[in-house]
């Protein structure tokens, strides 16, 4: 097959088409309904959860089971779309045979910058003014995006069901002004948890570390990971042994996916060009040999 210099020009004008299709069908994470208007930091409500408090009861677990409609009859050990809230029995030992067991209340961490709520095609996965992250059964078609996006495996399908969808913990126990706190707050009976602003609970945070540094490593967690997340973490032993994800970035996914994507048409293009270009040249030799034939 010969290849003319109009020919080249139409596989130019060709890739640059795709290349256009490429760019108005945007990815999820780019789509930005999902997102609500920034608001000032002190507007923002977090959780604080001071593990070194817990006494792993699950009144925490329980309570969520019971505001949320879910079976109370099973005995959860992980998260699950009936399960939004789990006590976490982690072997903090470093002495082989002597289990020492830490108990860590766990669930949708309500990301300041979600990266679920960032690949949600169909907005069921909303990030509020408030600092929740809610989601949305009804508008959910369980294509599992965020299932893949979240860096904490925090959705899980519901896979019992004839019609299977997503859930999480959307902090639905506070929907409609139902109740001042989350219903796992309420029910703590350790004051393990503390429900405000989170700014003022970074501070009551970080105050709590400097009056018992023997208590506490100096960490937050949450505070800066994945961009910060809204539930809060303290901890009297690395993170790493309480079982969170200890090598998160501080810059937010979707900003990072964003940068990667920004990369993606240039690079296409000119992976294109490239591949265009050498079709021409190659094609413009057997041309040229074609031509000098008698
Ligand atoms: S905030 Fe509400 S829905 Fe979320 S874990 Fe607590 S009780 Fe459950
Ligand atoms: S923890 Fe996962 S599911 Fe929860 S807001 Fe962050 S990305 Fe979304
Ligand atoms: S209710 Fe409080 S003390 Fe009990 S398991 Fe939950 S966080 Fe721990």
Excluded at 88 to 102: A, C, F, G, Y
Excluded at 108 to 116: L, N
Excluded at 140 to 153: K, L, T
Aim: proline share 7%; charged share 20%.
């Amino acid at each position: 097959m010969k290849l003319s210099r109009r020919d080249f020009l139409k596989l130019c004008g060709a890739s640059a088409a795709m290349l256009g299709v490429g760019a108005t069908v945007a990815p999820p994470a780019l789509a930005p309904k999902n997102l609500a208007a920034p608001v000032a930091p002190r507007d923002v409500r977090a959780t604080l959860i001071d593990t070194t408090k817990c006494i792993g009861c699950k009144a925490c677990q329980s309570a969520c089971k019971v505001a949320n409609g879910l079976p109370t009859n099973d005995r959860p050990v992980a998260l699950s779309a009936t399960t939004l809230t789990i006590v976490d029995l982690r072997n903090i030992s470093t002495k082989p045979n002597q289990p020492e067991i830490k108990p860590v209340k766990k669930q949708c961490m309500h990301c300041e910058d979600p990266a679920c709520v960032s690949v949600c095609p169909v907005g069921a996965l909303v990030k509020q003014a408030d600092g929740r992250v809610t989601y949305d059964a009804d508008v959910c078609i369980g294509c599992r995006y965020c299932m893949v996006a979240c860096p904490f495996g925090v959705p899980k399908y519901d896979w019992a069901s004839a019609n299977p969808k997503v859930n999480k913990c959307g902090q639905s126990c506070l929907a409609n002004g139902k109740r001042d706190k989350p219903a796992c707050v309420s029910a703590c009976p350790q004051q393990a948890l503390t429900f405000g602003a989170r700014e003022e609970l970074l501070a009551m945070a970080h105050a709590r570390i400097r009056e018992n540094p023997g208590k506490y490593i100096n960490h937050v967690y949450g505070e800066k990971e994945i961009g910060g997340t809204t539930m809060l973490y303290l901890g009297g032993t690395s993170f790493e042994a309480l079982g969170f994800r200890v090598d998160l970035p501080e810059i937010a996914l979707p900003k990072l996916t964003w940068e990667a994507q920004t990369k993606v048409p240039a690079a296409f293009f000119g992976m294109m060009g490239l591949l265009s270009g050498i079709a021409w040249w190659t094609h413009r030799t057997e041309r040229k040999e074609s031509n000098e034939k008698p």
